[in-house]
């Protein structure tokens, strides 16, 4: 089999053969490497748009003044990879952080409650619903570009908003 697949590779047409097998397996290297940062990229429209979470976070998770209160902020939050989710998921009780999962408290799927159970200090529903793939998006991008950062830099910001905003100008000194 090598002896044929060696005068396959000789000819005119092996040599094409050849050269896309070898470009066919360097993208899927390119592509395996860059899911993480593709999901993170995700997450992160999912929480400028469609989660608004930087109407009360902030566009850098520094947390500010929003319509239920002062967001914390998610740079500085203690909060593990699975309490993030379920923070998302289901909001905060007595609290205005919002719940994304449709069903939350309509069972005891958060916070082993219902919103029977906590009356008047039921979050709000969420502007918007998240998947579950939504969700985990939403995690990795706070795990990679906000958690555990210090001040937000000129690198962040054009991530966040694209080089071709006024946004940034701050950052620019």
């Not at 408290?105 to 009356?119: E, F």
């Amino acid at each position: 089999m090598t002896g044929r697949f060696w005068m396959i590779s000789r000819g005119r047409g092996g040599v094409v053969i050849v050269m896309l097998a070898m470009l066919i397996l360097f993208a899927g290297a390119a592509i395996a490497q860059t899911a993480e940062e593709r999901q993170v990229d995700f997450g992160k429209e999912i929480y400028k748009s469609k989660a608004t979470c930087l109407f009360c976070h902030r566009w850098d998770g520094n947390g500010d003044q929003g319509y239920g209160g002062i967001a914390l902020s998610l740079r500085k939050t203690q909060l593990t990879h699975d309490q993030l989710i379920e923070t998302i998921r289901c909001g905060r009780p007595g609290t205005g952080m919002p719940y994304h999962d449709q069903f939350a408290y309509t069972d005891k799927r958060c916070y082993d409650v219902t919103r029977a159970d906590l009356g008047d200090k039921a979050p709000p529903q969420a502007v918007s619903f998240l998947a579950p793939r939504e969700v985990q998006a939403v995690v990795a991008f706070l795990e990679a570009k906000i958690k555990g950062r210090g001040p937000a830099t000129l690198e962040e910001c054009v991530y966040f908003w694209g080089a071709e905003t006024k946004e940034c100008d701050t950052y620019k000194n």
